[in-house]
């Protein structure tokens, strides 16, 4: 017998042939990956976080392996929006496939200006990296302040036509109330998690590892308090969620989705296994059609707590 399963869901105006997308920063523009996998058959490639210009990035070294996950800070490397627009996005659009800006700005005015600019070209959606220090308000990340969501969400939102995704920051108290404002603000999805802040040390010469001292822990370790937002946030929401933080296997999948996740974003797990993305898509499938679930989404939201 030849069944098929379907794996398509909506997010926003955003139609995806399936739930399974890139984590921003790890997946570069797509083209690194050519030689492992059809980039075409991922239901989006969200690319490298955006800056109007263009960035060089912290001080190396800025990668660090930790315990089932690795520490980086990068610091937003990349070549600005415009070289995205020209260079990039026509390779990924020739390849069909549906392409995430992963945007981040000093003020709000940055990115309203990036809306603007990538609302007249083919690229799909927005992706709004609000984990970035807020320069006029002193070094303060905008995604930790729920009142700084909305006004950046509805600001955006004033500019930008097609799907706004917004992606929050796990280092927070209360990731409910963050969610519920960038709800509120006019988000089409909230992605989540960013990297939660860590650090690590080298014993021998005393200095930590990372030049910038601090970084971004991702990976497998993340994944309990991914899960446990993802649920959190489904709670409060009526938008739909792509959920990541240490995703490598289809139980992972299987779980952010239960959780409430519509769909989900693979990031470090690019790094372990290039073809990782692939892999996951054709398993899920496999699942859905042994467990005879017609669709995807009816996995989503069908956690069964106590
Ligand atoms: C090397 C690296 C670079 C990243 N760069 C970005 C970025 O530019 N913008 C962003 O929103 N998230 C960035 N992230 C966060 C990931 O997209 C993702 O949210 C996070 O790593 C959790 O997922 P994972 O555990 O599957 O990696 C980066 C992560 C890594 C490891």
Redo the contacts with the bound molecule.
Sequence with gaps: MNRKADLSLKIGKLYLDNPIM?????FGFGREYEDFIDISKLGAV?V???TLEPRKGNKRPR?AETPS??L?S?G?E?PGVKHFIQEELPYLKKKGVKVIA?I?GNTIEEYCKMAKILNKTECDAI?M?I?CPNVKKGGVAFGTDKDIVYKITSEVRKCYDKTLIV?LSPNVTNIKEIAINAEKGGADSI?????LLGMAIDINTRRPKLKNNVG?L??????PI?LRMVWQVSQVVNIPIIG?????SLEDIIEFMLAGANAV???????INPAITIELIEELESYLINNEINSINELVGKIRTY
């Design positions: 890139t984590g921003s920063g790890t969200v490298k976080g955006l990668i996950g690795m980086n990068i937003l990349n992963n981040a992706e990296n984990s992606k992605s989540l998690i960013n990297t971004g991702s990976g497998p370790a993340i994944k991914a990541m933080g240490g995703i490598t974003a693979i990031g470090t797990g690019n790094f």
